[in-house]
């Protein structure tokens, strides 16, 4: 059990739930001033806002998300073996979340990332802004990916991987920035296979317009479809309403959100700028709020401009039993879980060390078959 047990805390989540979902929490990560209370809004009818949150490290979530987390590091110029080329003196390696000079290291002992590591019961959804992931897993899958792509990975019945940020460039500076997203599968698909699908960037669609720019990772907009989700997915069904929207505004720009069926959930996150208007009411800033899906909601910015996540999708209204990598619908689940990963190690780890980078190439992915894929 010691090295699962030394990992549970990985993607940083220590939250332990049986019962009704649950946002995750970080177990460690950066200092910061107690956030105020979530505060309940019934809202006139035409504000879409139902409840504000404080954005911690980890973004609190509803159904049928799980897990939201936001990395923005300023990575400096890479050594020559795609680790940063700074002292690590000073920092707690292994479990490095506080942001020191501007970049943390995770789990990473050389490399920044997330070493090898188990998950079963649910999807992790990867958006790459800038930067680069090199991926690897127990199904002998590879991957070099980021500026603008994304990995869509269902665990299902049980999957190793490792999620390392290369730092490839020694003569600048490798900032990354990304959102992992975790989003739950329903009993039904628990235990399906794993599976392992890339999003390229030039495959994701994006609204562009005089100063707006929305990336399309699930869930049509404005007529544009992205990539199917995985098969098992909770987002393979369109009814199902799972959207992805990351939107960028700038100072003065407006984008309507439209109207989805009433009872879905949908939370928008408002982590970057000093003000945006929803509705023509004044949303404070670093805030997830939860809104009323099934009203149109005009999302205007400050003189600063404004970024956001939108994460939307009908719930699946199904028990979670959460620790660490597993996320099942009972505690019998997660106990049967942790045994099967000692048993099976969930088909091995088939790389020469638990947190492997690729040679120095650009973006490729290499499926399990042994097929590889490049953008474009």
């Known amino acids: 059990m010691s090295d699962l047990s030394r990992r549970e805390a990985?993607?940083?989540?220590?939250?332990?739930?049986?019962?009704?979902?649950?946002?995750?929490?970080?177990?460690?990560?950066?200092?910061?001033?107690?956030?105020?209370?979530?505060v309940a809004l019934p809202p006139p009818a035409a504000d879409p806002v139902l409840r504000v949150r404080p954005l911690g490290y980890v973004w609190p979530t509803q159904d049928p998300f799980l897990f939201c987390v936001h990395h923005a590091d300023a990575y400096p110029a890479g050594d020559g073996t795609f680790g940063p080329r700074a002292s690590l003196a000073g920092r707690d390696l292994g479990q490095d979340f506080a942001v020191r000079d501007g970049w943390r290291m995770y789990h990473g002992m050389r490399v920044p990332g997330f070493p090898q590591h188990p998950h079963r019961?649910?999807?992790?959804?990867?958006?790459?802004?800038?930067?680069?992931?090199?991926?690897?897993?127990?199904?002998?899958?590879?991957?070099?990916?980021?500026?603008?792509?994304?990995?869509?990975?269902?665990?299902?019945?049980?999957?190793?991987?490792?999620?390392?940020?290369?730092?490839?460039?020694?003569?600048?500076?490798?900032?990354l920035e990304l959102f992992q997203i975790w989003l739950n599968l329903p009993a039904a698909n628990k235990m399906a296979q794993p599976h392992f699908s890339m999003l390229w960037g030039d495959a994701v669609p994006r609204i562009r317009r005089a100063g707006v720019e929305v990336t399309v990772v699930a869930g049509a907009l404005e007529g544009l479809r992205p990539p199917s989700p995985p098969p098992n997915s909770w987002a393979a069904r369109a009814d199902r309403a799972v959207a992805i929207w990351a939107l960028r505004l700038d100072a003065g720009a407006s984008f309507d959100l439209p109207a989805a069926a009433a009872g879905v959930n949908r939370t928008l996150y408002f982590y970057k700028g000093s003000q945006l208007a929803l509705n023509g009411r004044a949303a404070p800033a670093e805030r997830a709020l939860d809104l009323r899906a099934d009203v149109a909601t005009k999302l205007d910015a400050g003189v600063a401009g404004a970024e956001a996540l939108v994460l939307q999708g009908r719930p699946i209204g199904e028990p979670v039993a959460q620790h660490g990598p597993f996320v099942m619908n009972t505690r019998a689940e997660l106990q049967q879980a942790y045994a099967d990963y000692q048993r099976t190690q969930f088909g091995g780890w088939p790389w020469p060390d638990r947190a492997p980078v690729h040679a120095r190439e650009q973006r490729f992915a290499r499926r399990p078959d042994g097929t590889v894929e490049r953008p474009g």
Request: hydrophobic content about 45%; aromatic content about 4%; some cysteine.
């Open 121 to 175: 019961g649910f999807e992790t959804v990867t958006v790459v802004r800038q930067g680069l992931v090199d991926h690897a897993d127990s199904l002998g899958a590879a991957a070099r990916y980021g500026n603008g792509d994304v990995q869509w990975l269902t665990a299902g019945a049980g999957i190793q991987h490792a999620e390392m940020f290369p730092l490839l460039r020694e003569d600048v500076d490798n900032p």
């Open 10 to 38: 990985l993607k940083l989540v220590a939250a332990s739930a049986v019962g009704a979902p649950a946002a995750c929490t970080a177990p460690a990560g950066p200092a910061a001033s107690p956030a105020p209370e979530s």
